[in-house]
């Protein structure tokens, strides 16, 4: 795993692109990770596998590695967490339905969010999706709606004053259980990888027992090198994961301009990548 400025020759494992809350097309990704240096990259696109063909088109054109990917939305002991999952095949077993039905009620939540936000705030449905193809419609497509209305100047900005958890605008997210979502990824052929497990945004960071019995559904990895990760709540997670043998990976979390993130700030080693591949089925 890389720190800032040393991401060349990493693969980014955790990408968006505009079919979730991403800014910026898969094409464009595969050229901007190239010009960085990677040697690769995997799309992770919110509960949508949409742009895994334009992605792996734009690698092959651009000398660089893809890596088909998702992130998922997730519970476990009631707290949310996402998860990665690599290398599978969405149509197999029973991980497409879970998915449509994930986004079916973020379309629900994301028009009632609208509703209760354009009360106070001057924006429309239309405004919110907008013109570009994105599966999976949330908060951050509101918080560049207002943006777009001059009301604040950046997504963080939105977030912090208006689309929060305790927000009266806010609804809270329909997600899979985690141990669940672990055993549809593998069915489906992928390895699965916690993302982010000591995130700022977080009330708490991920506990090493919520780690073990995680490990023990299957789950393959955990991203130990990400950007919003707290050092000081990474220790006793690090110290869980080895214990577990359980694989550390890093990535950008890379939105467009939808975050700070740059691509590649993070990232992880080729010869962790080929361990992945290794153990997934799906063509990549």
Known sequence: MTIP?????????????????????????????????????????????????????????????FLPGIEITTK????????LGYGLDPAA????????????????????????????YA????AVVGAEDARTVGRPH???ALVLAGYFPDRSTAFEQVLHPASPYYIGTYAIDTTEAIRLVRAAGGAAVLAHPAAFRQRAATAPHELAELAAAGLWGVELAHPENRADW?????????RHGLVGTGASDYHGA????????????????????GIVTTPR
Do not use: C, Y
Request: hydrophobic content about 40%; aromatic content about 4%.
């Open 234 to 242: 990474m220790p006793p997670i690090e110290a869980a994961a080895a």
């Open 123 to 126: 924006i429309t449905w239309d």
């Open 76 to 83: 476990h002991a009631g707290r949310s967490r996402h998860l």
């Open 5 to 65: 400025g040393a991401a060349q020759h990493g693969f980014d494992l955790h990408t968006h692109s505009v079919h979730s809350d991403g800014t910026t097309r898969p094409e464009e990704i595969a050229a901007a990770a190239a010009a960085a240096g990677l040697a690769g990259f995997a799309l992770t696109d919110h509960d949508t596998v949409d742009g895994w063909d334009e992605a792996r088109a734009a690698a092959a054109q651009h000398g660089i590695g």
């Open 258 to 277: 939808g975050k700070p993130n740059r691509l590649g700030e993070r990232s992880t080693d080729p010869g962790v990548v080929e361990r992945l591949r």
């Open 93 to 120: 077993g029973e991980l497409l339905a879970a998915l449509a039905q994930v986004r079916r009620h973020r379309l629900d939540r994301a028009r009632e969010m609208v509703r209760r936000v354009s009360a106070d």
């Open 142 to 144: 509101i918080a560049d």
